[in-house]
T-cell receptor
Framework: NAGVTQTPKFRILKIGQSMTLQCTQD?????MYWYRQDPGMGLKLIYY???????DKGEVPNGYNVSRSTTEDFPLRLELAAPSQTSVYFC????????????FGPGTRLTVT | DAKTTQPNSMESNEEEPVHLPCNHSTISGTDYIHWYRQLPSQGPEYVIH???SNVNNRMASLAIAEDRKSSTLILHRATLRDAAVYYC????????????FGQGTRLTINP
């Protein structure tokens, strides 16, 4: 199993550009999550999904959108990039309530200038 | 979400046990205690979780106080690879298992 994979690893965006951060898991997990981590801080939840077709907002959803058309994929969309979105983005997945441990991807480092 | 309090940093020596404390005085009866760690330049990694009883796995042990207002993550024999930021997180049992990360404890291991 590859686990949770994220692409790209690094990206530099200009203000106002848009992009999609890709996240795929091959563990047949029901739950998937997007977090961001600013320097020296803990992670903050952006969006999450409890299954295909179901998504919900986390702590810091403004400026982002998500979709979950399959169990495996959970892309994160930035429509109008702003410098405040410079951060490291982590995708995670977990199986269910009985096996709640979350597995994280390696992250995408995004800089908006 | 109920909050946790951890020391900002701790230091220990290689091959010695490490006890990482966490206070969670506002914990409710349905909050699970989770520990994750984040090695430099990596995503967080699950360590252990528990509700009321002490828990052991291959990575660590979790000791939970009887009143559940505090817990301790125990690394039995620290190695240099255990140097990381350790997060103590409370997770409600219902819903989507959302994790709310604090700033964690930065653990330094001396050779």
């Amino acid at each position: 199993n590859a686990g949770v994979t994220q692409t790209p690893k690094f990206r530099i965006l200009k203000i106002g550009q848009s992009m999609t951060l890709q996240c795929t898991q091959d563990m047949n997990h029901n739950y998937m999550y997007w977090y961001r981590q600013d320097p020296g801080m803990g992670l903050k939840l952006i969006y999450y999904s409890v299954g295909a077709g179901i998504t919900d907002k986390g702590e810091v959803p403004n400026g982002y959108n998500v979709s979950r058309s399959t169990t495996e994929d959970f892309p994160l969309r930035l429509e109008l990039a702003a410098p405040s979105q410079t951060s490291v983005y982590f995708c995670a997945s977990s199986y269910n309530l009985e096996k709640p441990e979350q597995y994280f991807g390696p992250g995408t480092r995004l800089t908006v200038t | 979400d109920a909050k946790t309090t951890q020391p900002n940093s701790m230091e220990s020596n290689e091959e010695e046990p490490v006890h990482l404390p966490c206070n969670h005085s506002t914990i409710s009866g349905t909050d699970y205690i989770h520990w994750y760690r984040q090695l430099p330049s990596q995503g967080p990694e699950y360590v252990i979780h528990g509700l009321t009883s002490n828990v052991n796995n291959r990575m660590a042990s979790l000791a939970i106080a009887e009143d559940r207002k505090s817990s301790t993550l125990i690394l039995h024999r620290a190695t240099l690879r255990d140097a990381a930021v350790y997060y103590c997180i409370l997770r409600i049992i219902q819903g989507a298992q959302k994790l709310v990360f604090g700033q964690g404890t930065r653990l330094t291991i001396n050779p």
